[in-house]
């Protein structure tokens, strides 16, 4: 339930009305807007009686929210929710943020490389897992903390914010502790102890969509990381389980537009993952970003047929450095220029 606030409502009547929430025992989150504030209370069993409030001092209506993702949709929150990091770097404004890397750290050497080039291609944000969920217990698993650490050094080196995934609360906590972005991954999107937990991280939050979720189990999965405190999240369309088996998966470009009606949230793409085939992930980039995607997380290798995960789907360099330029076409053309690049990145465009 929303309860709004006239134009010209003071700030004590705004303190008026979230006493009475608290003193009918729920929890309220008061919500500046450019119009006026907004205040959403939390924790509706259905016996709210809203008589209380409608007659309050200050309060213009109080609007019900159908929808049962209730923080994350955009009957809660009219504006675009714009996620800074510390880079300079916004996700979810009119700029389209980059973000690339390997799948998985794999050294000191590699994620370095990795780093270097796609700065210089434009990227802003370096992916790369440290911890690594993979579908056989007998593939590399990610080199763990030693990974992080070599991420926070590229990150000195080159001024790229890191990205990297969370597969536990443990890892949780070393995550949050060096990436400027927590993930949670497609296997991990249902896990509801690891949302909660990354709810009450101070870091932003990339949710990738699970493997077999739909759009509403997506948006779920992102209520409860808001409803935990954490207002800094960042969906990500990275495709689905289907019956064809000539792609990974299949991305579900209609998703974006999709989430950005029914959600205030920013929502990314992963072609990589949406494709798994490396010639096929530039023409999705482009199609991602025509569908006003507010960034994409690619997968970049310095040397892919070396790669120790997802070596199929990781472009080159110099593939990457084409994928920037056509996608800066058409991020250009729909007036949704590309963040970036970063000062001092040595620059191959
Ligand atoms: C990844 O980003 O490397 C990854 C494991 O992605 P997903 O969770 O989407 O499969
Ligand atoms: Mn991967």
């Given at each position: 339930m929303l309860i709004v606030m006239k134009h010209n409502a003071t700030s004590q009547e705004v303190q008026g009305a979230v006493s009475t929430i608290h003193a009918m025992?729920?929890?309220?989150?008061?919500?500046?807007?450019?119009?006026?504030?907004?205040?959403?209370?939390?924790?509706?069993?259905?016996?709210?009686?809203?008589?209380?409030?409608?007659?309050?001092?200050?309060?213009?209506e109080i609007i019900p929210v159908s929808r049962p993702y209730k923080q994350v949709s955009r009957e809660w929150r009219e504006e675009d929710t714009v996620v800074p990091l510390a880079n300079g770097t916004v996700i979810g404004g009119r700029e389209v943020a980059v973000m690339a890397g390997p799948c998985s750290v794999?050294?000191?050497?590699?994620?370095?490389?990795?780093?270097e080039r796609v700065a210089a291609a434009g990227a802003t944000i370096l992916r790369g897992g440290a911890y690594k969920p993979r579908t056989s217990p007998y593939s590399f698993q990610g080199l763990g903390v030693e990974g992080l650490?070599?991420?926070a050094r590229a990150r000195e080196a080159t001024g790229l914010a890191i990205v990297t995934e969370a597969v536990d609360p443990e890892s949780l906590d070393s995550v949050e502790e060096y990436a400027d972005i927590v993930q949670?991954?497609?296997?991990?999107?249902?896990?509801?102890?690891?949302?909660?937990?990354?709810?009450?991280?101070?870091?932003?939050?990339?949710?990738?969509?699970?493997?077999?979720?739909?759009?509403?189990?997506?948006?779920?999965?992102?209520?409860?990381?808001?409803?935990?405190?954490?207002?800094?999240?960042?969906?990500?369309?990275?495709?689905?389980?289907?019956?064809d088996t000539e792609t990974r998966n299949l991305f579900d470009l209609a998703a974006i537009p999709v989430v950005q009606s029914l959600s205030h949230l920013p929502i990314i793409a992963d072609p990589s993952h949406g494709t798994g085939i490396r010639d096929k992930v530039t023409p999705m980039a482009r199609a991602a970003v025509a569908a006003g995607a507010d960034g994409l997380i690619v997968e970049v290798h310095p040397d892919p047929s070396k790669a120790l995960s997802d070596g199929a789907q990781s472009l080159h360099p110099e593939e990457f450095v084409e994928m920037m330029a056509q996608v800066r076409g058409i991020a250009d053309h729909i007036g949704r220029p590309l963040v970036g690049p970063l000062a001092g990145a040595r620059q191959t465009v």
């Open positions: 025992g729920y929890q309220a989150r008061p919500m500046p807007g450019s119009q006026r504030t907004a205040i959403g209370l939390v924790g509706n069993d259905g016996r709210v009686d809203k008589a209380r409030l409608v007659g309050l001092p200050g309060v213009l794999e050294s000191e050497g590699q994620i370095m490389e990795a780093a650490r070599l991420l949670i991954g497609a296997r991990n999107m249902q896990n509801y102890p690891l949302l909660r937990r990354a709810g009450r991280s101070p870091r932003p939050v990339l949710l990738k969509r699970g493997l077999a979720a739909t759009i509403k189990e997506l948006l779920l999965a992102a209520e409860y990381i808001l409803s935990e405190g954490n207002p800094n999240i960042i969906l990500c369309e990275r495709g689905v389980r289907s019956f």
